[in-house]
Structure formats: structure tokens, C-alpha cells
């Protein structure tokens, strides 16, 4: 089975056990970019929060960001899960922006994905799993976030092999995605890897619980490989 069959395989019964996931949304891509990284979802109360801190508060902007006092963003967060512990962070990350792309709050991402992936990553609190989330959901960048349960899932399921390199498991993703279709529409690449994640949570942890998962119809014969690896 070539990548892109088995990625779209793993999508159909992805679809059909948790639906069409719902995609981050954004006024801008400076708004967007927050969203991605406060990691708010499900927990509507979190998002309405979070919708009208964007709206209105010193985070609205980069430059409002970097304006405001640390103190002032700790309380302004408050209503976030995990806010007030990023405020730092966001100062930081709008001191980046601001350097990249000025006042423009959705810009051009011209300089290409390495590049901003370089950059994001020297920040303190971004890995590299976050970065490229960002980079795939706010800028849609060609890249894909292999996050720990991510890894997990493609191991066990024979997808790839350990130890791998960053470089490998992106190729793996980003181009088996790029040419993987159902019913002649293209995979969205974000909406996959918020599938993954839902499988992750549910039955993809430290040791697998294999019993119910979608994937499970795709293991190797003999079940997950290298369970206690990743």
C-alpha cells in the first residue's frame, strides 16, 4: 500500500468514527496564529473567552501586545485555560511578529516554511511540534506537526520506523497528504492531523488501547509495532 493509499484510508475511518473536525478560525492570521496556540477547542466557554479577548483586548494586535505590561496580560489571559502561564510567551512571540511582518496582522509568509520554522523554534516554549502546528494552521505552510502521539500512531501502525529524522517523518505526511484524495477532493492536511489527535487522546497514550480505535483494522498482523518505543 503507497503512503498516500494508506493516508487516505486512515481518513475515511477517522471520518466515520469522529465526524468532520472543526478547524481553528480567525478574523486574521495574528488572531488565528493565538488561537493555534493557546490550544483552545471543544470547551466553548474557552472559546467564547478567548474569541472576545482577541476582539478586544491588548492582544488584539502584536503592537497592543508589546504595549501592555506582563502583569496586564496575566489578567487579561485569566479566562484562558493555561493563559496567564503563557503571557510571557505571547509578548515574545508578538515581539517575532512584529519584527517579521511589521503591523500587517495577515501577512505574506514569503521567507518560506525552514525559515520561519528556524525562527519560531529558537523561542523559548515553542518545540518543534508547536511551531509547525502554527505554521500548518495560521500561515498554511507545508508542514505537518508530529507531536508524540502522532509518532506513536505512525510507528505502531508500521508507517514509519524509529529512530527516524524530522526531516523523513515530515516527507512522510507532507507529501503522502499532498497527493492523497477521497472522492477526487484533496485531504486537508490540518483536518488529518486533527483526526490524529482525537485517536491519540483516545486510545494512542504511553501504552495502546487498541480496542475500539479506527485505526485498528490497519495494524500489522500481530498488532502495534514497537508499543513502548515513543
Known amino acids: 500500500m503507497s503512503d498516500p493509499t494508506r493516508l487516505e484510508r486512515a481518513t475515511e475511518l477517522m471520518r466515520s468514527a469522529y465526524g468532520r ?11 488565528l496564529f493565538l488561537r493555534v496556540l493557546f490550544g483552545v477547542g471543544g470547551d466553548h466557554r474557552s472559546s467564547d473567552a478567548l474569541t472576545e479577548i482577541l476582539k478586544s483586548s ?17 489578567e487579561v489571559l485569566a479566562p484562558v485555560p493555561r493563559g496567564p502561564q503563557k503571557a510571557s510567551l505571547v509578548r515574545t512571540v508578538a515581539a517575532w511578529w512584529i519584527e517579521q ?4 496582522l495577515s501577512p505574506a509568509w514569503s521567507r518560506g516554511a525552514t525559515f520561519y520554522r528556524e ?4 523561542i523559548r516554549g515553542l518545540g518543534p511540534a508547536t511551531v509547525d502546528e502554527l505554521l ?7 508542514v505537518f506537526p508530529v507531536d508524540r502521539p502522532t509518532l506513536r500512531i505512525a510507528v505502531r501502525h508500521g508507517w514509519l ?3 527516524i529524522e524530522d526531516e523523513d517523518a515530515q516527507s512522510f505526511f507532507v507529501r503522502g497528504l499532498a497527493q492523497a484524495e477521497i472522492g ?3 485531504i486537508d492536511p490540518r483536518e488529518f492531523s486533527r483526526l490524529l489527535a482525537q485517536v491519540g487522546a483516545s486510545h494512542c497514550g504511553r ?15 500481530g498488532g502495534p509495532l514497537s508499543p513502548e518505543s515513543c
Do not use: H
Open 58 to 74: 491588548p492582544i488584539a494586535s502584536p503592537q497592543m501586545t508589546m504595549q501592555t505590561a506582563a502583569g496586564s496580560l496575566v
Open 161 to 163: 520506523s524509529l529512530p
Open 101 to 104: 511582518f511589521g503591523e500587517e
Open 184 to 186: 477526487g477532493a484533496a
Open 21 to 31: 473536525v472543526a478547524l481553528p478560525e480567525g478574523d486574521s492570521t495574528w488572531t
Open 119 to 122: 525562527s519560531l523554534r529558537a
Open 207 to 221: 501504552e495502546p488501547n487498541c480496542d475500539g480505535c479506527p485505526l485498528q483494522s490497519m495494524l500489522p498482523p
Open 136 to 142: 500548518l494552521f495560521a500561515a498554511r505552510l507545508k
